[in-house]
């Protein structure tokens, strides 16, 4: 449940309603979350190096992309 309890939030969000950010409470009300949640904020060595090397990968197919976008267009003119 939300720990704002609908104070200080407008129309739509009282007990019993909807919370109006659809994605939840990031970047939203500011109310600190819903109780009982927890979110990490560090990683360890092991889930730091895979999250990097996903990056890495990712920006490698997207450097790929945009060379093949070049050439396609340098081959029309």
């Excluded at 309890?5 to 919370?19: A, C, E, L, S």
């Excluded at 560090?42 to 070049?70: C, N, Q, R």
């Amino acid at each position: 449940m939300c720990q704002c309890q609908g104070r200080g939030h407008g129309p739509g969000h009282g007990p019993g309603q909807r919370h109006p950010h659809d994605r939840g409470h990031h970047g939203g009300c500011g109310c600190g979350g819903h109780g009982g949640e927890f979110q990490r904020r560090f990683y360890g060595k092991e889930e730091k190096l895979g999250k990097l090397e996903k990056y890495l990968s990712d920006l490698k197919k997207e450097v790929k992309a945009v060379e093949e976008l070049i050439k396609e267009i340098k081959e029309e003119g």
